[in-house]
Each structure stands twice: as structure tokens, then as C-alpha cells.
């Protein structure tokens, strides 16, 4: 019998707001992915941008967080990161990655006494490599409290802080040894088929975070029936070389469901029920988000437009 990869789906983005069709997303990739036979998804991170990333009309991280944990609390597989809101700093998608890659053997069960510090010598890991460690378990003590994250932090010569990660004791002996490896799950970017084609937008998308993030991680990215995704890929020298770490997932049942389409209808005072879901309209409602008045102000416009030039 062959062993499955474990495949770890993140999707980052704006969320703003979370909307069922990015749930969808999670269970149309995780679909595919099993019914290929190769693979086993273990879990879907949704990773929100930060503040930093001050696109027009973002609110704030912290709404866009409760929102997407309120949306995934009944999921057994699907969970929110707020890592990446919390940086004063925007980070691109391949950094993003790269501190979610997961130990494998760090899934393991153990228990960790609160007065346990243990001695470690840095591992000299690639950059890609050194990041966040995915672990279950207990710190045990006053008040036992359950963890999914453990890290180090450690300052360089130029004062910055540096996060390693602490692994359980399996690995804490497994990296004294020069030769020391460690087997990663497989990370992979979830996305739709306008993430893949943004890669085409000059400027927007660093050539070697492209080939990172195709290279070393692979995308899942939803396209609907009938569109030119497979097209866009042939097009593209980098996409062609990497095609076979693009897992492109039709969406057979066409969902047309949008943030942009959410607040659009916010501000005109329209229903959302049934398109996000009910403890995401609660949250809104009860917040006054994404409404013309909330985001207005005296001397502003709420006009916008959108225009469309055809081909010359």
C-alpha cells in the first residue's frame, strides 16, 4: 500500500469578509486531493493580511480574524491563523508559506513541564525552512492549557527578533546530530484561478516567489467549468515548467460568491443571508460593518464605478 503525502492547505488573503465560498474552497480542494489516491489533507489554515497591507476598503485585522474564526469554529479540519494580521509589517504569500510548514513528527502527543528549558543549538536550516512548528500536546503545571504552536525567539547582533521553533524531545535530540533532517509536511497555496493569473500582472509578484512558491510548495487553485486556467498555465514558460505542482480543481457547481460583491451589497442596504455565514451577518450587523455610513465620511464620496474598455 502506498503512503499518502500529508498535505497542509493554507489559503491567504483578505478575507474581508470570509464569504462560503472560501469555505468551499477548502472542501473542493481537499476533495480532489484525496480522490487522486497520493495525498491526505490534515488541515486548512486561513491566513488573514494584516493591517499593513492597506488595500482600499480593508477593515480592520482584528474584525477579519473574529469573523473567519466565527465562520470555521464548527470545523473539525479548517482553523484561522492570526499570525500574519499581527505584523506591523506586510509579508508576501512565499514567507507566509514557509512559516507553515509543519514537522511531521511533531504530531506526536507529548508533555512539556512549564520549568523545562531546554538547551538548543540553532539548526542551520535554509531560510525556507525555518519557521512555525505545528504541535499537539500539554504544558502541564498550575492550570494545564493546550497548544497547537511552540517557539524560541532569539535576538541577532542587529537586535532583531528571530523565532525558531521548539520541537518536541524527539527532536531535540534528532538535531544535535550534525547530519540532523527533518521531514516536513507538504504545504500548498489554495487559491482561485485569478490568484494564478494575478502572476501575470507586471510587478505585482516577485519572479523568484513565483518559482518558490511553484517549485518548492505547489498550488490548488479552483478554476470554474470551462475556464481558460489550463490555457493560462501553457502560456507561461515558469507556470509550463512547474505544471505538474499545480493541481488545477474544476468547480463543477459555479458559485460566484465575492467579498467584493458582500460589501458591495452592505452599503446598498441589501440582504447577505445565505452567501456568508449567519454568525458572520451577526457579527456585521451587530458591528455596522462594510455599510455606506460606516465607511463614509461628511466629505467623502460613496460613488464608485467601473468601467470596462474594450479591445482595440
Not at 88 to 96: D, N
Not at 124 to 134: A, D, I, P, R, T
Request: aromatic letters at 12%; charged letters at 20%; glycine letters at 4%.
Amino acid at each position: 500500500k502506498t503512503e499518502k503525502t500529508e498535505v497542509v492547505l493554507l489559503a491567504c488573503g483578505s478575507f474581508n469578509p470570509i464569504t462560503n465560498m472560501h469555505l468551499r474552497l477548502f472542501e473542493l480542494a481537499k476533495d480532489y486531493l484525496h480522490e487522486t489516491g497520493k495525498y491526505k489533507v490534515i488541515k486548512g489554515i486561513i491566513s488573514p493580511v494584516g493591517d499593513a497591507y492597506k488595500k482600499k476598503g480593508l477593515i480592520s485585522a482584528d474584525h477579519r480574524v473574529t469573523m473567519a474564526k466565527l465562520a470555521t469554529n464548527n470545523s473539525d479540519w479548517v482553523e484561522v491563523d492570526d499570525w500574519e494580521s499581527s505584523q506591523s509589517e506586510w509579508l508576501e504569500t512565499v514567507k507566509v508559506l514557509s512559516l507553515n510548514k509543519a514537522c511531521s513528527h511533531c504530531f506526536d502527543t507529548f508533555t512539556l513541564a512549564p520549568s523545562y528549558k531546554p538547551v538548543l543549538t540553532i539548526p542551520s536550516f535554509s531560510s525556507s525552512l525555518l519557521g512555525w512548528v505545528f504541535c499537539r500536546g500539554t504544558i502541564t503545571g498550575s492550570g494545564e492549557r493546550s497548544f497547537t504552536r511552540l517557539y524560541l525567539e532569539y535576538s541577532s547582533p542587529y537586535s532583531s527578533i528571530y523565532k525558531i521553533p521548539l520541537f518536541c524531545r524527539h527532536h531535540h535530540e534528532k538535531l544535535s546530530s550534525p547530519d540532523a533532517t527533518i521531514s516536513l509536511q507538504n504545504v500548498k497555496l489554495l487559491c482561485g484561478s485569478d490568484v494564478l493569473e494575478s502572476f501575470a500582472i507586471p510587478n505585482l509578484w516577485k519572479l523568484e516567489d513565483i518559482t518558490e512558491i511553484i517549485q518548492n510548495y505547489g498550488l490548488v487553485c479552483i478554476s470554474r467549468a470551462g475556464n481558460s486556467t489550463q490555457k493560462f498555465i501553457y502560456e507561461s514558460d515558469i507556470l509550463w515548467k512547474y505544471k505538474n505542482n499545480i493541481h488545477l480543481v474544476e468547480e463543477w457547481i459555479t458559485n460566484d460568491i465575492s467579498s467584493t460583491k458582500i460589501r458591495r451589497a452592505l452599503r446598498r442596504g441589501q440582504s447577505i443571508r445565505y452567501l456568508v455565514p449567519d454568525v458572520v451577518r451577526a457579527y456585521i450587523e451587530k458591528n455596522d460593518l462594510y455599510t455606506c455610513h460606516a465607511i463614509c465620511t461628511p466629505n467623502a464620496s460613496c460613488f464608485s464605478f467601473s468601467f470596462t474598455f474594450p479591445e482595440l
